[in-house]
Each structure stands twice: as C-alpha cells, then as structure tokens.
C-alpha cells in the first residue's frame, strides 16, 4: 500500500518536498520527441519505403544520415538538462491583485552553457504570467523571473515547476519537475477611500501624531532594526558615529494610534482588514506612531519598514489556517 504513494512522488512530484539547491539528475529526467521530432520520423518513413520502392541508395544514405541527426538531437537535449542545479527560490510579498514575483537562480555543475532552459508552473496555461526562458552561462549563476497574479490574501503557494528544454532543433522535448515548499505572503488589497488614521490624545494634550518631537532630546540609545527613519540622530552619523537614536521627554511623546478591528467600524472582516491595510500605510505615510492589535497577535509601535511588513504580514494571514 506504501509503493505507490512513493511511486507517485518520485514520478510526479506531487507534493513540496525537494530541497533546495537540488541538482536535476538522469533519474529525475524524462524525454520524449516533440511534436516536430513524431513528424520528422513520419517523414523518415516515407522517405525509406520510398528508398525501398525505388531502390534508390542515395535515398537510404539521406534517410540513414537523418535518422543519426535524430538520434544526435536525443543526446544533446538530454546532455543540455542534466546537471542543471536549482540554487534558490524567493518570493516577493505585494497586494491582492498584484503581480507576485517568485525570483529563480540557477546554475549548472558541469562547467558547460545551457540554453533554452524552460521554466514553467504545472498545471497552468503557458504564458508570460506562469513560464519564462532562460540561458545558463558554465561560469556564473543565473537569475529569472516567474510573476504570478495574486487573486485573495494570504500565503501563495509557487507549487510545482516544470524544467524543460527541447535544445537544439526541438525535435526531443526533456523535462524535470521540481516541487520545493515556498510560498508568497499576498496582503489585504487597501482600501481605496479610507477615513484618516484613527489616533489617541497625545500625553501633552497637542494631539499631535507625527514621530518628528518638538520637545527636548533627553538622550540616545544605539539604533536597533525597525527604528523609523526620522528618529535617527542624523547629525552624529553625519560626522561619521555609529546610528543613534534620539530619546525625548515623556512630556513630548507623540500620540499613538491604535489600529484593530473594531476601530474600522465594519461589518465583513475582508474589509476591515483592508482598512487596517490602508491605515497601515497612512501611517507610515506621515511618519506616525501606531500598533495593531487581532485577536491573536499585538505588535509594537517601533514604525519604520520593518514594523510595516511584519503589520502587513499579521493582515494577510490573519484567520487563515497555516499550510
């Protein structure tokens, strides 16, 4: 009962369980002629039982010289794929609706050129969206690109890959699958016309929410990652010190604003989750301090990139179960 799964697996590649880098080796390839290479054999055929029937020799020489370019093309498709080497795959994350780019580097381990190198998601059509071609130079490493449209928020899984080739006269077709476990993180599309961001009194009563202080500078500390940007003391690291942070008085602090899901005031939780999303970059916009709070997570209000995608993050896979 345990032989087929397997057997399955090592044919198709069903589930994502190849690691990373992955060289694609003899046992991994299939080949098989191409359309091209099944009508160039009806054309040897004919032309042998023609050679037949006519007792011409030069036809036997032409047709027996065709039939070793024939077989010469088998080895060369197959010699252009074997020792291809998958290094990595990467995602970049981006909104519902957009384009989603998986970045793809590959090399090879036999000091050799391959060309023609296809890449392509299974079980989608081929197109600018799902495939892309790419030349492997035996020196160095090289990079593509595979762009998948997002259509809902969360994780969006690559899935298996098809790795073909049907170098140098496209007569044989030969292919590999790859199916590596990577996925995409999609964020709530934001709100197109969402109110102002939502902002709590200020400890000194101006209700201003902008990170830039107009109170005293009551010291600094060692800049840490996800600091925003305008509390870098720039004059210090300007006479060439180390990144500081500029700390001001408690009687100075900025308001902070409290974004969760009861504050958007909605009913579906796609839209309120799309106005965190735009209240998210709202902030970020204007330089002001904010932290959200689910149900199941409460982030901080460091601001800067970093706070922006981990809020991101919580957005896009929250109420969603892991894959």
Known sequence: MLIAPKLHQRLFRSRPDDPLP?????????ILPTARGCAFLGALLLMLVASVNYALSLGYALCFLLTGLFAACLLHTYRNMAGVRVVSINAK???VGSDVVFDITLDESRGSDRHAINIQRSGVTQDK??????KINGDTASSTS???TS???GKLPLGRLTVASCWPLGLWRSWSYLHHRVSAIVWPEPEADAPPLPTAPSSSGTGSQQRNHEGDVAGVREWQAGDAPSRIAWKRAARGGELQVLLVEAATQPA???LDLTQTRLGSLEAQLSRLTAWVLQAEHQNANYHLHLPDTTLGDNGGPAQRQRCLDALALHGLSPL
């Open 151 to 153: 259509k809902e928020r």
């Open 146 to 148: 595979l762009v998948v």
């Open 129 to 134: 969206a799902s495939s892309t071609v790419i």
């Open 93 to 95: 994350p981006n909104f």
């Open 22 to 30: 992955l060289t694609i080796e003899h046992q991994r390839i299939y």
């Open 256 to 258: 902070i604003a409290t």
